[in-house]
């Protein structure tokens, strides 16, 4: 006999060993009949969901809701304004003009013996000391120093309005004592 020949012999005699009548399976019989007399349970129906109504929009000829209610006309004075006041472009930036307004502290003040003026001594965001004194820019919205005190320095930002102009805000720098 070849070997394919003895091969498939060997190969039929398990398959058919496997089809032979195995005793011993009752409980197993037992449980698939349980298994089926059992009640089967309901469920339960789905639930009816109301039709969708479609919304349709009707108020497109009525104000929109970001437009403002009234229009307000400026008066005649807001006009100047608006026109005159604005910051000085051309003028060249101080070093202090790169720093926030409120990452600046006045640490101190000091007098010049050549000049009568009292000058601060203002710290940066990088805690460099830098003198200043009335006339000079800081802070990044064009703040002019308007008085140098020893307590604090008087600054005038210009800033935007809102309305496509300029307007003044008064700021000042309080000096800050260490506590040690």
Known sequence: MSALRLFS?????????????????????QYVKETQETPVGSIEPLPEFKPYESFLYRATSLRGPFQPLI??????????VKNDLKPDFERPKEPLEAFKI?????????????????MALVEDGNGEIHRVHKGNYLGRNYGEITQVNETQLDIVEIVPNGRDGWMKRPRNLVLVEKSE
């Open 102 to 118: 409120l990452a600046l502290r006045m640490v101190g003040t000091i007098h010049m013996l050549g000049e009568g003026e009292l």
């Open 9 to 29: 012999l060997i190969l039929v005699s398990l398959i058919l060993q496997a089809c032979i009548q195995v005793e011993g399976l009752d409980d197993l019989r």
């Open 71 to 80: 229009r307000v006309e400026p008066s005649e004075e807001e006009e100047i």
